[in-house]
């Protein structure tokens, strides 16, 4: 309790890799308690820049629907979801909540017994996001905590907190997946973390007296303590 849990919403698109091959929200990510996470494919600018990103399809896909058994939690009260593919009637929790990085074709750098490898999953964007929650949480000065509520009133309220991913969509393996919409959707949630922004709304939201720092530096900081 109190605590930023991110777990990853799955590899396999809107079905997860099921027996029945029908739509379904993997586990733990349908829980109410967790941060799940979505994937994306990322593409950057000459500089080193975000350009663009996309819904993780291809080489796998992300994970998200609707729960067939836990119900619609408290901070998704009053928004708008689709139905579940699977023609369960059943208002279910909704998945993901969030997004980072996860396409294998745009993924993490990463030393392993054969060389430097780039990987991808939903299972390298959850702890991506953990970082981000830690980069916000120090930033402001205040702990992220069990992050869900303020994912979505921030999302309500202060959509610039996050980049909105529009395009693509979780169909996987012949099983028709949710389509990416503006706002939140059941592919990439409320879309990818812009964290810059995340810390100014933050601080201005707390009423903070102490000076946010920037991006950039709370990057150089991590890097410096080799987290």
């Known amino acids: 309790k109190g605590t930023t ?11 997860d890799g099921s027996s029945t091959r029908k739509q379904q929200v993997d586990v733990p990510a349908g829980l109410a308690n967790v ?11 000459p500089d080193g820049s975000w350009a663009k990103e996309e819904v993780w399809r291809g080489n796998g896909a992300t994970g998200g629907g609707r729960s067939m058994k836990t119900p619609r939690p408290e901070y998704q009260k009053g928004l708008e979801m689709p139905a579940n593919l699977n023609g369960s009637k059943f208002d279910g929790r909704g998945v993901p909540d969030v997004s980072a990085v996860a396409d294998p074709r745009s993924g993490v750098l990463t030393y392993t017994d054969f060389g430097i490898d780039a990987i991808g999953g939903t299972s390298a964007s959850a702890p991506e996001l953990a970082v981000a929650a830690a980069m916000i949480s120090k930033a402001t000065g205040k702990p992220t905590g069990f992050w869900n509520p303020e994912l979505y009133r ?6 610039s907190v996050f980049r909105d991913v529009t395009v693509g969509n979780n169909t996987d393996g012949g099983i028709k ?13 409320w ?7 995340y810390i100014d709304t933050r601080n201005t939201l707390f009423n903070q007296t102490l000076r ?10 991590l890097v410096n303590n080799h987290t």
């Not at 849990?5 to 079905?15: Q, R």
């Not at 941060?35 to 600018?45: E, F, Q, V, Y």
């Not at 921030?154 to 959509?159: A, C, M, R, T, V």
Request: glycine content about 16%; overall charge positive; aromatic content about 8%.
């Open 212 to 221: 946010a720092r920037t991006f950039s530096a709370m990057r150089q900081d």
């Open 35 to 45: 941060t799940a996470s979505g994937g994306t494919r990322l593409w950057l600018n």
């Open 154 to 159: 921030l999302g309500k309220n202060n959509p």
């Open 191 to 197: 879309g990818t973390p812009h964290i810059q922004n």
């Open 177 to 189: 997946g949710y389509p990416a919409t503006r706002g939140w959707d059941a592919t990439t949630g």
């Open 5 to 15: 849990v991110t777990v990853a919403a799955g590899d396999d698109g809107a079905w």
